[in-house]
């Protein structure tokens, strides 16, 4: 089907939702679905259930590997590549801009108060998301419910993830759900003065071993979160707040919104941590480091995935993981929150976009974004 669709066409399809897709993973998987299988007919409808099910099966971000999975369709591991790029490369571009203006006016009260408003914003979505997802890959079953609690709980007592505790649950999932056989037979560094300024990040000039532990560190979050783009927030705040102290919870909040008011995937909220930590060449490590893994996941088992694809034990072990990240985002929302929900506005803030993303319909979450960043510029950014 995709043979004689010109890969510039292809390409620029890509670029363009990456530049106006909003809405989150599951939204842009439906405007590909809609766009690619049912409007140009470029994509079969069999070719589009098989990406999806390999990036639900897979580790990292599902738009984004859904999208590199569709390239690879197209033109094999060269389409896969230049789709990755022509899909991230508009938010990628975005998130710099803003990290720039973020980091040059953090101490200005404009901005603190533009993200007085829109941290409450943030915390009502990460909450909605949760209980979408609940309702999504949880459902009635009690095990998973059981993953998710002591995951939201673990979360929320720690105030981090805890990588072994996701992978004890694909494997409690699996053992209950779909044992294995065996088991059924039983019972700064110095750099050229220019070029300073691409290291600096909110803390000053970065050097080498940090630019390399962020690479590391956000490979291994690409690598291993499962779920939808706000799976990533957990494991990030773990490891970027607690574990290496590049952000305080302050700025972490921020990065997500960022992440949110831009189109494209949610997991590019990395290459603003990454611009703040160590200045613009961070945020390309960070997010070249999170994005790479992503792209190994679809192009490697692409030609062979289809043997697995069904297995029981392979869909239990998934099934048990995104229970976790659920529960994690979950926990996440609830730590966060504790920080940005600080007085009687920002609880009004909540309700108000809990209620408003409930009873409108469509509603983009930038847009709601935005007006409670102008609502909490006017209450605090002003009065300073």
């Known amino acids: 089907m995709t043979g004689g669709v010109p ?11 990456g ?66 790029g022509a899909f991230i490369l508009p938010s990628f571009v975005m998130v710099m801009a803003l990290s720039a203006v973020y980091v040059h006016y953090q101490g200005l009260a404009f901005m603190q108060g533009l993200f007085y408003g829109i941290g409450a914003a943030v915390i009502a979505i990460i909450a909605r998301s949760a209980y979408k997802l609940v309702k999504m890959t949880i459902r009635k079953d009690v095990l998973l419910w059981i993953v998710f609690a002591v995951n939201a709980a673990v979360i929320a007592a720690t105030e981090r993830e805890i990588l072994w505790l996701f992978l004890l649950s694909g494997a409690a999932a699996l053992v209950v759900k779909a ?9 700064p560094a110095m ?26 560190y956000f ?8 779920g939808s783009g706000l799976a990533i927030v957990p494991f990030l705040h773990g490891g970027v707040v607690d574990r290496f102290h590049w952000l305080d919870d302050r700025q972490f ?23 703040l930590v160590a200045g ?23 030609p062979y995935y289809q043997r697995i694809a069904g297995n029981a034990s392979v869909k239990a072990f998934v ?7 659920t529960g994690a985002i979950a926990g996440a929302a609830f730590v966060l929150g504790r920080r940005a929900i600080v007085d009687l506005p920002t609880v009004i803030m909540l309700a108000a976009t809990l209620a408003t993303l409930t009873w409108v319909k469509r509603l983009p979450e930038p847009l709601v974004i935005l007006v409670a960043g102008l609502i909490g510029l006017a209450l605090k950014g002003l009065g300073r």
């Open 7 to 17: 890969l510039r066409a292809f390409l620029a399809y890509f670029l363009r939702l």
């Open 19 to 84: 530049m106006f897709g909003f809405g989150g993973p599951i939204a842009l998987a439906g405007y590909m679905q809609r766009d690619l299988v049912e409007t140009r007919r470029w994509i079969t409808e069999e070719e589009y259930l098989r990406g999806l099910a390999l990036a639900q099966l897979m580790p990292g971000p599902l738009a984004a590997q859904l999208a590199i999975y569709l390239g690879w369709v197209r033109a094999g591991v060269v389409g896969a590549t230049l789709v990755a």
């Open 179 to 187: 044992p294995p056989a065996f088991l059924r037979r039983s019972p």
């Open 191 to 216: 750099v050229l003065p220019w070029a300073g300024w691409l290291f600096t990040g909110v803390h000053g000039a970065a050097d080498w071993p940090i630019l390399w532990r962020v690479g590391l």
């Open 219 to 226: 490979a291994e979050a690409g690598a291993f979160v499962f």
């Open 253 to 275: 909040l921020d990065a997500v919104a960022v992440a949110m008011i831009t189109p494209g995937p949610v997991v590019i909220t990395v290459a603003f941590i990454g611009y």
């Open 280 to 302: 613009p060449l961070g945020g390309v490590v960070a997010a070249f480091g999170v994005f790479v893994p992503s792209w190994l996941t679809v192009v490697v088992p692409a």
């Open 319 to 325: 099934d048990g993981v995104s229970a976790a990240a």
